[in-house]
Each structure stands twice: as C-alpha cells, then as structure tokens.
C-alpha cells in the first residue's frame, strides 16, 4: 500500500512484477506478505510489518519470484494447495490490497482471499466473478455489503486490487488504480472487530466453493480505510 524497499508495496513493485499499472497506494499496510520467494523448508512465511503472522503453506504449495501459485480443485477433495494465516484481529475500518492473476479456468467463487467463520459468518472476501466480487458477510452469513464488477477481460493477467470498507460500513474497489464500485451497508454488524478463525488465500470459508487457480504475488491489509488520495 506504499512504495515497498523491502517491506512496503506500491507503484515500484508493481512495476518490477511486470504489471501493465503505474498506480500504487500510498497506505502504509498493519501485514504484509510478499510470496516472491523461493517455497520455505519452514512451510511458512512471517508477516514483514507485524512480525507474528505466520502465512502457512498446506498441501504442498509453492512459490518462487513469480508468487504463490494456487492449483485450483473442487471442495469434494480438500488436499488442493492453499495458504491459511494464523488467526488475528480485523474490523472497522479495513483495506485490502493484493498482486494477483486468476487463470481463465479459475472456477467462479473460488477465492483471492477468504476471511470469517464458518460458512461465511462474518466474513470478508474476494472472488471472480465475471470480474471481481468483494463482499461483506453478517452474522447470518447474509450479504448486505457487496460489490460486483463486470469485467471477462481480467483473467490470466495480473491485477492490482484495493478492496476497503470503512466503519460505516462503505465498501470500495479499486483495480489497477481506478475506483470501479461502491456499497454502503446499514448493518452495524459487518465491520466489528473480532479475532475470526478461518483465514485463507486461495480457499473460502464456506464448504462448498472451489479452490482458486491463481498466482498471488503479494497480498497485505491495514486497520484503516483506504482514501481515494491514498490509492
């Protein structure tokens, strides 16, 4: 979310990964995790800003200088590669931000990032969806919050995504420096902090979607709502 050395994220890393997009936020990320690196012997990676985070590696997946790659599967078979970050606190105001490709084979509502309870209690989460779905869940597992952009042309190619909600329950998306949606929920509910149990890339927190088939170059969050002069 800031001009990354070797811990911030931003316009010059984007650049270095090849993207298409000069744009790079100017927030300065609460985690953050950069996955261009060879696969750890550790089976895990720390958060670089917070320092206890662990992102977990599971079912054997791996990473090299072009990121974490995801291979993708039905929920039916639950060895399929995923990363699980160890638990944490999140709500109010929260941005979202993350490198990242979907193949064109990625199934719809597999996953960028899955975080909640069970069956979507309270979660947060990203998926393609046509485009891009970013989606705010209540304690009911009803969507109250969401965003849905359109867009078929954003397969196989990476993507600079800013997802944000603010704790008036505001949510924007921002995909390769440009605003492309808004919602605005009336449910308290949505942004309280809470320490949630499940946190995933590349997996939902529901039971039945799909595994994503992606590559994730970086993802990292901040306890803060994201400003449009910040992106």
């Known amino acids: 979310m800031c001009i990354r050395d070797s811990l911030y ?3 010059d890393t984007i650049i270095n990964t090849s993207s ?3 744009s790079g936020s100017g927030l300065t990320p609460t985690h953050s995790f950069d996955f261009r690196i060879g696969t750890p012997s550790s089976g895990f990676i720390i958060d670089e800003i917070g320092g206890t985070i662990k992102a977990n590696y599971m079912n054997g997946i791996t990473s090299s200088s072009d990121g974490v790659v995801f291979t993708g ?11 699980n970050l160890d638990d944490f606190e999140l709500g109010k105001n929260v941005s979202f ?19 909640g309870e069970g069956n979507g209690t309270y979660a ?31 397969r196989d190619t990476f993507v600079h995504g800013v997802f944000t909600v603010s704790s008036s ?25 809470r320490t949630r149990t499940l946190h995933y890339l590349g997996r939902s927190t529901y ?20 400003a449009s002069n910040e992106l």
């Open 9 to 11: 994220l931003g316009k």
């Open 20 to 22: 298409s997009s000069s």
């Open 73 to 83: 599967g039905a929920r039916s078979d639950e060895e399929h590669p995923y990363v």
């Open 97 to 115: 931000e993350s490198y990242f490709k979907f193949d064109s084979d990625s199934a719809t509502y597999s996953r960028l990032f899955g975080f």
């Open 124 to 154: 947060y989460w990203v998926a393609p969806v046509n485009g891009f779905s970013w989606t705010l869940t209540a304690s009911n597992a009803t969507q109250p919050a969401r965003i849905d952009y359109a867009n078929n042309n954003l």
């Open 169 to 193: 329950g505001e949510l924007k998306m921002y995909i390769n420096g440009s605003l492309v949606g808004t919602s605005t929920s009336s449910d308290s509910s949505i942004p309280n902090t």
């Open 207 to 226: 039971n039945h979607d799909p595994y994503a088939k992606s590559t994730i170059v970086y993802a990292d969050w901040s306890n803060t709502f994201a």
